[in-house]
């Protein structure tokens, strides 16, 4: 049962540096969505996807770009990393948007230097 | 203001000790409603949904109050294992999204 999985787990990147997260699951969930979640703030969201080939903006979306290509899959790309992008990044999925449960990957601890 | 409003404790309790936690909403269009459980560096998940006429899970009872746009969490007999933060989450009508609060932090002591 893998439910969603995140990779990498862990990344410093130095600033300027691109990179891509990957989120996979294998629930068939139509709906995905990419979050970070900084102290003190709680968890806010980036960008989802309402089905494959579809994606929107959300509260934080500036300096992030994502793709679903595939329906299982949902890509968050930092183009140029600034040290403000330093967080901890929660994949999320769910069947039925949000009135059902959404289920969350392990994290991605991302530091940019 | 925020969207969603907890207290961020933390709340420090003995075991079989009775808890509540409070989250306050601003949106009066929300419709969905959960408590998610986070415990440290892993990632959030369900604790239960909260439905307007009230619900219970065991040790836990959520409550909804539509007028003054509140939710509550009730902890009964408090475990050690209960230690953890606890996120109010909300959905707007007609949109997809979540609203998290910035949880609240529990800390279960023997």
């Known amino acids: 049962n893998a439910g969603v999985t995140q990779t990498p787990k862990f990344r410093v990147l130095k600033t300027g540096q691109s990179m891509t997260l990957l989120c996979a699951q294998d629930?068939?969930?139509?709906?995905m969505y990419w979050y970070r979640q900084d102290p003190g703030m709680g968890l806010r969201l980036i960008h989802y996807?309402?089905?494959?080939?579809?994606?929107a903006k959300g509260e934080v979306p500036d300096g992030y770009n994502v793709s679903r290509l595939k329906k299982q899959n949902f890509l968050l790309g930092l183009e140029s990393a600034a040290p403000s992008q330093t967080s901890v990044y929660f994949c999320?999925?769910?069947?039925?948007?949000?009135?059902?449960?959404?289920?969350f990957g392990q994290g991605t601890r991302l530091t940019v230097v | 203001r925020k969207e969603v409003e907890q207290d961020p404790g933390p709340f420090n309790v003995p075991e079989g000790a009775t808890v509540a936690f409070n989250c306050t909403y601003s949106n009066s269009a929300s419709q969905s409603f959960f408590w998610y459980r986070q415990d440290c560096r892993k990632e959030p998940k369900l604790l239960m949904s909260v439905y307007s006429s009230g619900n219970e899970d065991g040790r836990f009872t959520a409550q909804l109050n539509r007028a003054s746009q509140y939710i509550s969490l009730l902890i009964r007999d408090s475990k050690l294992s209960d230690s953890a933060t606890y996120l109010c989450v909300v959905n707007l009508i007609n949109t997809d999204k979540l609203i998290f609060g910035t949880g609240t932090r529990l800390q279960v002591f023997p």
């Open positions: 996807s309402v089905g494959e080939g579809t994606t």
């Open positions: 629930m068939n969930h139509e709906y």
């Open positions: 999320a999925s769910s069947f039925q948007g949000g009135s059902t449960e959404a289920f």
